[in-house]
T-cell receptor, first 113, second 118 residues
Framework: KAGVTQTPRYLIKTRGQQVTLSCSPI?????VSWYQQTPGQGLQFLFE???????NKGNFPGRFSGRQFSNSRSEMNVSTLELGDSALYLCASSPVGAKNIQYFGAGTRLSVL | AQTVTQSQPEMSVQEAETVTLSCTYDTSESDYYLFWYKQPPSRQMILVIR??????QNATENRFSVNFQKAAKSFSLKISDSQLGDAAMYFC???????????????FGTGTRLQVTL
């Protein structure tokens, strides 16, 4: 089985722009979660999507949004980029069920200049 | 809210030796899951081992084992016969067993960077 695929691997944007990141989960996984990783704040939960619905949301401003498509692929959007949005954005997919493991992609490194 | 604490920012071990990484957590829940993830320079988070809180037996996966002390809220990772490929950031993570609200998220510690020397 192919793993979790995130595209692009690297992005450079300037302040005020918007960006869209993509995540393709492992085949058969219906839950997709997003995390932000920074040196200062560590790994923080952004949101989780299941069956095209946002099920959970972390403590991030409304500039961070996402969606999930019928094939379980997910996109994350950040509008009006700020320097502090520079981070590694990780996507994880899992089968249904709290006991199930989250499998991570290699992430998208976003740099905001 | 749950918190996870890793008090060792960096650790070093010689090849073939044993090292233990520490993790403590705080929760009011009685049932939950604990994980150790490894993040090498390639950045991909890889699951090392998982422990279910209702199981008293410590989890093991080949050279990796945990010491789970539920009352003390401690969850340490022991790596035996360390190899160069074990060098990475190691993150301890908590997940509630209740699949409602924000319970499905992983709460991570700040990580421990493990160096393996010859």
């Amino acid at each position: 089985k192919a793993g979790v695929t995130q595209t692009p691997r690297y992005l450079i944007k300037t302040r005020g722009q918007q960006v869209t990141l993509s995540c393709s989960p492992i085949s058969g996984h219906r839950s997709v979660s997003w995390y932000q990783q920074t040196p200062g704040q560590g790994l923080q939960f952004l949101f989780e999507y299941f069956s095209e619905t946002q099920r959970n949301k972390g403590n991030f401003p409304g500039r961070f949004s996402g969606r999930q498509f019928s094939n379980s692929r997910s996109e994350m959007n950040v509008s009006t980029l700020e320097l502090g949005d520079s981070a590694l954005y990780l996507c994880a997919s899992s089968p249904v069920g709290a006991k199930n493991i989250q499998y991570f992609g290699a992430g998208t490194r976003l740099s905001v200049l | 809210a749950q918190t996870v604490t890793q008090s060792q920012p960096e650790m070093s071990v010689q090849e073939a030796e044993t090292v233990t990484l520490s993790c403590t957590y705080d929760t009011s829940e009685s049932d939950y899951y604990l994980f150790w993830y490894k993040q090498p320079p390639s950045r991909q988070m890889i699951l090392v081992i998982r422990q279910e809180a209702y199981k008293q037996q410590n989890a093991t996966e080949n050279r990796f084992s945990v010491n789970f002390q539920k009352a003390a809220k401690s969850f340490s990772l022991k790596i035996s016969d360390s190899q160069l490929g074990d060098a990475a950031m190691y993150f301890c993570a908590y997940r509630s067993s209740t699949y409602t609200g924000t319970a499905s998220k992983l709460t991570f510690g700040t990580g421990t960077r493990l160096q393996v020397t010859l």
